[in-house]
């Protein structure tokens, strides 16, 4: 799909993302995080998001759910599941999140109320959304717990969060978006600070229950292998932008963006020789601005040409590919 696609033709997917932007107000002036993006997702796919520190993944989720900071402003169009997200009154968008659309938060260290304990936590939304009585939700909290292979979930679900290492409060997050089996589920480095045993761990967990309940996944990261692991599509963003996308298997295996390439450049081999150093991207990432007319990622690619001082359009370059450079000639 590209920005011209009509909005009548993006109503077939669970989630269509259309010239999506995200603006924050400072000092008299404005700043871009995330530039026109426009995006697709299936009922039961998994996408993800990759890019540096700074590109927008986290703010791009955060306009979904409707939590971007008070002087944030979110323009264009989010249709998920026949409504625009970006255009739902309060009271509309409180239906739909925690209801058909869940969020993991990055840090499981303060997503969850310290007040409250872990039960009351996970029931709430049963309570809220679904009408269960309490004491019916509080039986589903503990076995999805229980299900998230947490240790005695009964007692479990009546302990507080410090109570729990970092590792199995990312669990409680896990069981508490998937308990109301949501149409769409948006993970925001779900993984992060976690050793690489809990990581996989969690990681099948969560596409597990997501398979079994057939919520799809929009998941945040700048770590590749987890991609591989289990990700149907990925979409590279840089400076707000999409620079390329594809299948997961054919973009790790060919990634055509030099920002893709040094991304999977930069990422540890476990069959690779023993080098002194990983490659690096050389430069600072762009982590926003005045909206450009530029390729975002000219300033450090080793290939820029004059015609980078023009955007490329994002635009079909194969079979469910879409890149925005103007190193590959149009087809």
């Known amino acids: ?70 002087n944030g402003n979110a323009t264009g169009h989010a249709l998920f599941d026949g409504q625009d997200l970006l255009s739902l009154p309060t009271k509309a968008l409180d239906r739909v999140r925690g209801a058909s659309l ?64 970092g590792g199995m409060r990312q669990r409680v997050m896990i069981a508490m978006a998937l308990l109301v089996k949501p149409k769409l589920l948006l993970a925001d480095e779900p993984t992060t600070a976690l050793d690489v045993t809990i990581q996989a761990q969690v990681l099948d967990l969560m596409l597990e229950i997501a398979h079994e309940t057939g919520t799809a996944i929009i998941l945040v990261t700048h ?59 050389p430069g600072a990432p762009r982590s926003g601005g005045a909206m450009l007319p530029s390729c975002p990622f000219a300033p450090r690619c080793s290939d820029k040409m004059p015609a980078c001082d023009h955007m490329p359009p994002l635009r079909d370059i194969g079979p469910e590919r879409r890149l925005a450079c103007h190193l590959e000639p149009a087809p």
């Open 1 to 70: 799909m590209d920005c011209e696609t009509p909005l009548t033709q993006m109503n077939t997917n669970l989630l269509s993302l259309h010239d999506l932007s995200v603006h924050f107000a400072h000092g008299g002036g404005q700043t871009t995080v995330v530039d026109r993006v426009s995006l697709t997702l299936g009922a039961g796919e998994v996408l993800g998001i990759v890019g540096e520190s700074g590109s927008g993944k986290s703010q791009l989720l955060f306009a979904l759910m409707g939590l971007l900071a008070s």
């Open 223 to 281: 770590d590749l292998g987890v991609v591989a692991r289990i990700c149907d599509r990925v979409a590279v963003l840089y400076g707000g932008r999409i620079m390329e996308e594809g299948p997961a298997e054919t973009m790790l295996s060919d990634p055509r963006h030099p920002y893709a390439r040094g991304l999977l450049a930069t990422t540890p081999r476990l069959e690779a020789a023993i080098t002194p150093r990983l490659p690096t991207i």
């Open 102 to 165: 869940s969020m993991i938060f990055q840090d499981p260290m303060t997503a969850l109320n310290p007040y409250k304990r872990i039960g009351d936590q996970l029931a709430e939304g049963l309570i809220h959304h679904q009408g269960l009585p309490r004491a019916a939700a509080l039986a589903e909290a503990s076995r999805m717990l229980d299900r998230v292979r947490i240790p005695d979930a009964p007692r479990a679900a009546r302990r507080y969060p410090h109570e729990f290492s």
